[in-house]
């Protein structure tokens, strides 16, 4: 159950989960924060703070200031993919973590990913990955890579290898991986989601759904064991697709019936019109507050 909105009305009490936006390609209308093509986005689940992908640059750091947010609190930072709009921001991070104290061993967050996360990327000769090294990043970091779920909590799931059973997503590669060390067509299997098992339902969120939306909430309702869907939110892939891939899925969405969809980043204009004739889709900008009971 979606119980705050752009605003952050707060919640009724009881257990919930908190997101906000701190990197999208646009911003809300009513707050003074910096957007790029990238995302991030800030979760609060209990005792868990978590930082979920760190955009292109430094702007989530900037954003969170403004929001009063402290990043150095963050106890795992989760990555949805290898993409570099959604880890260049990592060098920044590590920037203000200062974690190569030895004194501090035991307080690095936990870095979690799907082991191609971290896999050198190029496309059309431009390199388009991570940009730290293992070595930095294990230094910095408690590293956890994994194809397989891994429960953050007894609510929050990060799914691993998505599961792609639809015949109209994910068919076309970008650019190039490295596979013990041969050079092959990318098809960003290391793209992952979150899953929050509210008490209604479960709230899909995701990076930019490379694996599919439609293939994501099926992964997500297989490892969770529930049906209904209260909410997606994050980029859905959507840019320029095919006329297969747009129809397949306003279909499958139309016989979901999400509460809300939460489309942004990577989901082009065209699109969002198309799905809101389907689905109750709303508006996401930096900034924006989502609470979820």
């Not at 979690?112 to 990955?129: R, Y």
């Amino acid at each position: 159950m979606l119980i705050s909105g752009i605003n952050g009305s707060g919640s009724e009490g009881g257990i919930s989960m908190k997101l906000t936006v701190l990197v999208d390609n646009n911003t809300t209308i009513d707050k003074n924060y910096w957007g790029e093509p990238g995302l991030s986005f800030y979760i609060e689940d209990g005792q868990n703070k978590i930082l979920f992908d760190v955009g292109y640059s430094d702007i989530f750091l900037r954003n969170a200031y403004k929001m009063g947010i402290d990043i150095k609190k963050v106890n795992h930072v989760v990555l949805s993919h290898g993409h570099l709009d959604h880890t260049w921001g990592m060098s920044h991070l590590i920037g203000i973590l200062d974690y190569y104290s030895p004194d501090k061993k035991n307080k690095k967050a936990t870095l979690l990913a799907h082991p191609q996360a971290l896999s050198p990327k190029t496309d059309n000769g431009e390199h388009i990955g991570m940009m730290c090294s293992d070595t930095v990043l294990k230094d910095c970091f408690n590293v956890s890579l994994s194809k397989a779920p891994v429960w953050i909590s007894n609510r929050l799931v990060f799914l691993g290898e998505i599961e792609r059973i639809n015949a109209f997503e994910n068919k076309r590669p970008l650019g190039v991986t490295m596979e013990n060390g041969v050079g092959v067509e990318d098809f960003i299997m290391d793209d992952s989601a979150l899953v929050y098992k509210s008490d209604k339902g479960l709230v899909i969120i995701t990076g930019c759904s490379h694996s599919g939306i439609c293939n994501i909430v099926e992964y997500a309702k297989k490892i969770c064991g529930e049906e209904r869907i209260v909410d997606i939110i994050g980029g859905l892939h959507l840019l320029n697709p095919s006329e297969q891939q747009l129809k397949g899925t306003m279909e499958y969405m139309k016989r979901l019936k999400s509460e809300t969809v939460h489309a942004c980043h990577c989901t082009d204009l065209k699109s969002k019109i198309a799905l809101s004739q389907v689905v109750n889709l709303v508006e996401v900008g930096v900034g924006l507050e989502l609470e979820y009971k």
